[in-house]
Each structure stands twice: as structure tokens, then as C-alpha cells.
């Protein structure tokens, strides 16, 4: 079974600094996704960023991106010049492909975010 | 593109009995998966369905059932609801095209709270 861990319930940051939430999964799957999903005070969750686990460079979005270690299955997401629109819920989320099945999401337990002005 | 649906956002029922929520995907997804979240176990899986099919299912007792119609509509059915049951249900629908990398677009949720 897949498993993914956000061992950071709670963050803060300061407005315009840099913060990186961390996240680590175990699997025995070589062809995976992950995923970087943000849910606002309003509760709609949005994506913010993700990675195919064959691709070696990171991904980035503008002021997000990833450091994806495949052999520590770790995929920790950074925000830099944070703002306070960054406040939010962040989950880490994990997708496994099965062909004839579809895809089977994992999500973490979260880490909220609170950026400071 | 109108983006997933939910309805109702907050509904109030009391222990023992049974409600319904709906679910419209994005135009053209095919793929709808529910998840029940709460602050401490924060997203679990109930189930998935493709093509009127429930193709997935989360560990989640029996009366959490689900169905899709054939506009890919979809209805989760909670029956004889208990106080655990209290949770933001989300709804989340993908394109899911065979051998593709997918994503999942979330709509804002139900609120249920069971008195």
C-alpha cells in the first residue's frame, strides 16, 4: 500500500520569505505521480504543482517548486516570495497508474500555512 | 469550462438517517472520485467511478455507497448516518485517458454535520 507522510502540521512564514513544506511517501511503484494541492481558508482545493516520477528535473510554477528525490521518496514543495494568498491548507498527494483500473490517489495528512505580514 | 459542482454545501441530519449528495464534473471528465476529509485524518478515499462504474473503492464501510449516471453525474448515498460521519465530503473529477498522466480538479464540498 502506498503511504504518503507530511510530517509538518503547522507552518508560518513570514511575507515575501521562502518556506519549504515536506513530504515523503513509500511505494514499490516505479511510475508514479505526485502532486502539490492547495486548499484556502474558502475550502476549495486547487492544484498547484506536480511531477512525473520518470522526469529528473523538478517541476516549477512561478513562485512554487519541487525537490524531487526519488530514491528518499521524498518531494518537498517550496514557496518563494511568499504571499498571504499562500495561506492555506497544503497537501501532498500521491497517484499511482493502473491501466485497466485508473488511478489510485493517496493524499497526506496536510500541513496549513500561515503567512504573516 | 464551469469547473466540478457540489450540492448541497452544508447539510444538518440527525443520527440514523440517510442523505445524499451530488456531484457534476468538469465537461468531459469522465472520472469522479469522492473523499471524505476531516481535521485529523485529513483526505480518505471513498470511491471512484468511470463510465457508470465503480472502478475504486476506499476502506469505508457499506453505507457509503455511490453511483454515476451516464452524463457522468455523480451521487454519493450515506445511510444511517452516524456522529463520525461529520466531514467536508469532496467531490473531484479527472479527464483519465488510458495511459496519461491525470489530474484531479476538486469542487468546494459538501459540509455535513450529523447531530
Known amino acids: 500500500a502506498q503511504t504518503v507522510t507530511q510530517s509538518q502540521p503547522e507552518m508560518s512564514v513570514q511575507e515575501a520569505e521562502t518556506v519549504t513544506l515536506s513530504c515523503t511517501y513509500d511505494t514499490s511503484e516505479n511510475n508514479y505521480y505526485l502532486f502539490w494541492y492547495k486548499q484556502p481558508p474558502s475550502r476549495q482545493m486547487i492544484l498547484v504543482i506536480r511531477?512525473?516520477?520518470?522526469?529528473?528535473q523538478n517541476a516549477t510554477e512561478n513562485r512554487f517548486s519541487v525537490n524531487f528525490q526519488k530514491a528518499a521518496k521524498s518531494f518537498s514543495l517550496k514557496i518563494s516570495d511568499s504571499q498571504l494568498g499562500d495561506t492555506a491548507m497544503y497537501f501532498c498527494?500521491?497517484?499511482?497508474?493502473?491501466?485497466?483500473?485508473?488511478?489510485?490517489?493517496?493524499f497526506g495528512t496536510g500541513t496549513s500555512l500561515t503567512v504573516i505580514p | 469550462k464551469a469547473g466540478v459542482t457540489q450540492t448541497p454545501r452544508y447539510l444538518i441530519k440527525t443520527r440514523g438517517q440517510q442523505v445524499t449528495l451530488s456531484c457534476s464534473p468538469i465537461?468531459?471528465?469522465?472520472?469522479v472520485s469522492w473523499y471524505q476529509q476531516t481535521p485529523g485524518q485529513g483526505l480518505q478515499f471513498l470511491f471512484e467511478?468511470?463510465?457508470?462504474?465503480?472502478?475504486n473503492k476506499g476502506n469505508f464501510p457499506g453505507r457509503f455507497s455511490g453511483r454515476q449516471f451516464s452524463n457522468s453525474r455523480s451521487e454519493m448515498n450515506v445511510s444511517t448516518l452516524e456522529l463520525g460521519d461529520s466531514a467536508l465530503y469532496l467531490c473531484?473529477?479527472?479527464?483519465?485517458?488510458?495511459?496519461?498522466?491525470?489530474?484531479?480538479?476538486f469542487g468546494p464540498g459538501t459540509r455535513l454535520t450529523v447531530l
Open positions: 473531484a473529477s479527472s479527464l483519465w485517458t488510458s495511459g496519461n498522466t491525470d489530474t484531479q480538479y
Open positions: 498527494a500521491f497517484m499511482k497508474h493502473v491501466s485497466n483500473t485508473g488511478n489510485q490517489f493517496y
Open positions: 465537461s468531459g471528465h469522465r472520472s
Open positions: 511531477q512525473e516520477a520518470y522526469k529528473q
Open positions: 467511478y468511470f463510465s457508470e462504474t465503480q472502478r
